[in-house]
């Protein structure tokens, strides 16, 4: 009885203290007018919303009276937020908090501007949207993101939604690589987006700019034609685009390894100067010179482009001559010297604009690696490989380019460019592997290749486009030469061991040999496009080119002769004199549709070749007539400004190359011999892709999704037919006309703030094909699959710290129908994350670590573990922090070791390689930036 008395009277005091408190404050009123921002004209029945702050639901709503005002009675004290809507207006929003003793809020005229007037974006008072998606791009706000004093664009780059930058500063966005970086919509050192993404100032930035660079003629017309690049566009505060600003520095470490760099900049309003230098050999730099793929690079092959020419590369093949690019990925001990200048300007009015680069360099790359190969020729016999390679490889070029642009009047542009590139390289390459069929030894080889070779490039354009009376009525003309020169001489030396089926040796083969590439391509190139709009929403674009090339390739062979032991006797199964003439002729209609919040693109193009090759040494012709079809399509729905759908199909024709029909035998692998077939068809490829975005301005949310899917019908696959007895294998290509093979990716990104002002990312992806080739006349069906996902936490803040953690899962899948019991199934993930602490006396201490595991499959026992950790402690002097001293340590657990593993149809291969490790490295930095009055923080 004691304890319900008790009970009872602790009730009661709890309810007399309840009713004694103060109830909530519901006297709050909130009150305005809304009304056009020009006009001042006021917007009768305007959509107005009283939101929580915290999480934005709804608590009052009205309409606007006849004079435009609203009024919200009775509203609790606490945050909130206005948001006012109006048809064809901007909305409106902004927070504010109700609190003390004044009880009324008063927005005055909230003016709402049309969306016209506004470039259709959303206007945001208070706290600026980060992220707005006008049309096909996406544009970052600088300023509403969080950076560290002298931090660089890479820095921000890394906190933008949707946008990856990997640890040697390759940019990823919506599952595609970034391959061009523009400041203020201009080149900028052409083709490395580093030199802007390391070097220049986060500070200056103003926006930035995410969209799929068109060609400039789809640019012109504004229909699309298909040719896109991934691009970034660095747009500059206005009061940044005058002064100079750069940065020096210099490292010096242990295992002599040192690096060096000076980057200068001065801009004076339209006027842009750069010059930079580079020394390392920690591999922070290598030659990043992107456009080998276009001029030169690829596989030493003739190749059908998408319009119906014909391409012929000359080096960087892994089979011939001057195989070595400039790039470093990461395996061999590099060491690079480059340097470069760049200036733009615009004048009369932007009239008139040019812009030019020269860039100069050098890298060598030395190393070894180690590799296995299992080629799984049946579901009873398999044959591995394993080798060893030593190289040391290296290019020197110089590289000029430039353009100019005239607008000649208010209807007709002018543009010219032109580049010249000068290469010089020295490979040398030494290779021991030995062979096995299931367990018996089967040969052994050693080989080594070294090559000097030279090349030349030129090219050059002129694009002229004018826009006629009638609105939307266009014609433009597009002619562009250009020339290239290859010469390599070399040597190759090699040693073949073949034993029987009992291990025991049965014969070798010796080859010597001296070999000498004297190769030279014409192009001439054109393009006459007409733009004829039916009515204000739909228009049709019509193109005809004519494309022309002219080339020679002497490829000469030489053995030695026992009387003098010189290499003169030409070696004519392996020496071959090419001339080759091509023409195509193609053309094209596009038609678009474009009305409210949908744009169609469809249409398609058709070129007929005619190609024309003659062995000069032996008087064989080979001519071939094919006709390519490149249909497509492009359908985009915009929601609202803030979300978008965008789907797209294209189809393009694949013509065999000459190596698959009538090859130029190489045999620098004496151990693989390519055939040719002259009775192969083209193959056709299918390809649908899909991207959607979207953002919530109010919740700080973005996501974005996206996939791709190809399906190649008639395909054109290899049989390998490998001698069970010596292990050589003969390659020739066929069509597969009853398959089809596929290819596929898609990804998910979310991102959005959390509590305590974390940033979350959510991200996943998934990757396959299905594809089909022959070993030894038995079809292999391989299916590959790559799944991954992404969980990732960051925070910023300015001068205190910044912190960043990411965990990506993920599980690969690779199965042959040759080998079903035998597969290359494994799991494996990712953890990394760093973090940068300011402390007092402008000391600032970071580290970032990353661990990878890979889990042992069937095909390979040994799982695979490394753990990469890198720390440093700086100091930095003067009053805006410009001078730094730095003390770093890499990879201080030393397990930086080279590894790859990948299958591709019956072929599993693993390669480790020497790559650089633990080293610790003092270094001293001085940034300078006189940019509009001194250094501005976002």
Do not use: C
């Not at 050098?362 to 390679?389: C, P, R, W, Y």
């Not at 979350?760 to 030894?776: A, D, H, Q, R």
């Amino acid at each position: 009885m004691k304890y319900t008395f008790t009970a009872l009277v602790m009730l009661l005091i709890s309810s007399l203290s309840v009713l004694a408190q103060t109830p909530p404050t519901t006297n709050y009123t909130a009150k305005g007018i809304v009304a056009d921002t020009a006009s001042n004209v006021k917007l009768e029945n305007a959509s107005v919303s009283i939101l929580q702050a915290k999480d934005s639901i709804l608590v009052a709503y009205t309409r606007a009276e006849k004079n435009g005002s609203f009024n919200f009675p009775k509203l609790a004290a606490g945050n909130y937020i206005l948001l006012v809507a109006y048809p064809d207006y901007a909305d409106y929003v902004e927070q504010f908090k109700l609190e003390g003793a004044k009880t009324e809020y008063n927005f005055n005229t909230v003016k709402l501007s049309l969306k016209s007037r506004l470039l259709q974006e959303v206007m945001v008072k208070g706290t600026a949207a980060q992220i707005k998606i006008k049309g096909d791009t996406t544009e970052y706000d600088a300023k509403t993101y969080n950076i560290q004093p002298n931090a660089k664009v890479e820095d921000l780059l890394k906190q933008l939604q949707g946008i990856q930058v990997d640890k040697d500063g390759k940019i990823t966005a919506q599952g595609e690589t970034v391959s061009k970086v523009l400041v203020d919509g201009e080149e900028f050192f052409g083709d490395d987006p580093t030199l802007v993404t390391k070097n220049l100032r986060a500070d200056m930035v103003d926006k930035v700019q995410l969209y799929d660079k068109k060609s400039d003629q789809a640019t012109f017309t504004g229909i699309d034609d298909g040719q896109k690049t991934k691009t970034l566009n660095i747009k500059l505060k206005e009061d940044k685009k005058s002064g100079s600003f750069g940065k020096a520095s210099a490292a010096a470490g242990t295992r002599d390894f040192y690096q060096g760099e000076l980057m200068f900049n001065t801009f004076k309003n339209k006027q842009k100067f750069s010059a930079y230098g580079t020394l390392s050999n920690t591999g922070k730099t290598g030659l990043g010179w992107g456009d080998n793929d276009k001029y030169g690079g690829g596989s030493d092959n003739v190749t059908y482009g998408d319009d119906g020419s014909v391409s012929i590369f000359f080096s960087g093949g892994g089979d011939d001559l001057d195989s070595f690019d400039g790039r470093y990925s990461g395996q061999g001990l590099p060491t690079a010297r480059t340097g470069g200048v760049h200036y733009d300007n615009k004048w009369n009015e932007d009239k008139e604009s040019i812009n030019g680069n020269y860039k100069i360099g050098s890298i060598e790359v030395a190393g070894t690696s180690n590799s296995n190969n299992i080629n799984n020729i049946s579901s009873t016999l398999s044959q591995s490989t394993i080798s060893d390679q030593t190289f040391d490889n290296y290019l020197f070029r110089q590289k000029l380019d430039g353009s100019y642009n005239l607008k000649i009047d208010t209807t007709s542009n002018l543009k010219l460019t032109f580049g010249g590139t000068l290469k010089e390289s020295d490979t040398r390459q030494r290779y021991n592997s030995v062979g096995r069929r299931n367990d018996t030894l089967q040969n052994d080889n050693v080989r080594e290749l070294t090559t000097d070779g030279n090349q030349k490039l030129f090219n050059a354009s002129i694009f002229y486009n004018k826009k006629l009376k009638k609105k939307g009525r266009t014609f433009s003309v597009n002619i562009a030469p250009s020339v290239t020169r290859n010469n390599a001489d070399g040597f190759l030396q090699s040693t073949i061991r073949y034993y029987d089926r009992t291990g025991q040796l049965d014969s070798t083969t010796n080859i010597d040999q001296y070999k000498v590439n004297d190769l030279q391509s014409v192009l001439l190139n054109s393009n006459i496009t007409y733009t004829e709009p039916f009515t204000k929403d739909f228009s049709v674009v019509l193109n005809y080119g004519v494309n022309i090339n002219n080339a020679t390739a002497d490829r000469r062979t030489f053995e030695r002769t026992l009387a003098n032991g010189a290499y003169n006797r030409q070696v004519d199964s392996l020496s071959s004199d090419f001339k080759l003439n091509q023409l195509s002729n193609q053309a094209g209609a596009m038609f678009n549709y474009k009305k409210g919040k949908t744009t169609l693109n469809f249409g398609t193009r058709a070129a007929i070749v005619n190609f024309q090759q003659v062995n000069r040494i032996n008087n064989m012709r080979f001519d071939r007539n094919f006709t390519n079809w490149f249909p497509q399509a492009t359908w985009q729905y915009r929601f609202s400004q803030q979300k978008s759908l965008r789907l797209s199909y294209n189809g393009s024709t694949t013509q065999p190359t000459i190596d698959q029909v009538q090859p130029i035998r190489i045999n620098n692998d004496p151990l693989n011999i390519t055939l040719g077939n002259p009775d192969l068809d083209p193959s056709f490829t299918h390809r649908f892709n899909f991207n959607a975005n979207s953002y919530k301005v109010l919740a700080d949310e973005w996501m974005s999704v996206y996939g791709s899917y190809s399906l190649t019908t008639n395909p054109i696959v290899t049989n390998v037919f490998t001698d069970t007895l010596t292990g050589r294998s003969t390659i020739q290509s066929f069509n597969l006309s009853n398959r089809k093979t596929n290819t596929f990716y898609g990804g998910l990104y979310y991102n959005r703030k959390i509590f305590w002002g974390f940033n979350l990312g959510i991200n996943g992806n998934i990757n396959g094909n299905t594809y089909y080739n022959m070993v030894n006349n038995e079809e292999n069906k391989t299916k590959a699959y790559s799944y991954s996902a992404g969980l990732s936490l960051s925070q910023y803040k300015v001068k205190k710290y910044d912190f960043r953690a990411e965990f990506r899962p993920s599980y690969n899948t690779n199965e042959s129908s040759l080998q079903p019991n035998l597969n290359n199934n494994g799991r494996g993930y990712n953890i990394s994350g760093g973090f940068n602490v300011y402390l007092p006396f402008k000391l600032q201490i970071g580290s970032d670590i990353e661990h990878e595991y890979q889990a042992a499959t069937q095909a390979f026992a040994d799982p695979f573990r490394r753990t990469l950790w890198n720390a440093s402690i700086a100091k930095t002097f003067m009053k805006q922090d410009n001078l730094k001293i730095l003390l770093s340590a890499n990879d201080l657990l030393n397990q930086n070791t080279g590894f790859t593993r990948s299958a591709n149809s019956n072929v599993i291969y693993q390669n480790t390689y020497t790559t650089i490790r633990r080293y610790f490295m003092f270094s001293i930095s001085y940034d300078f930036n006189h940019m509009g009055g001194g250094v501005t923080k976002n």
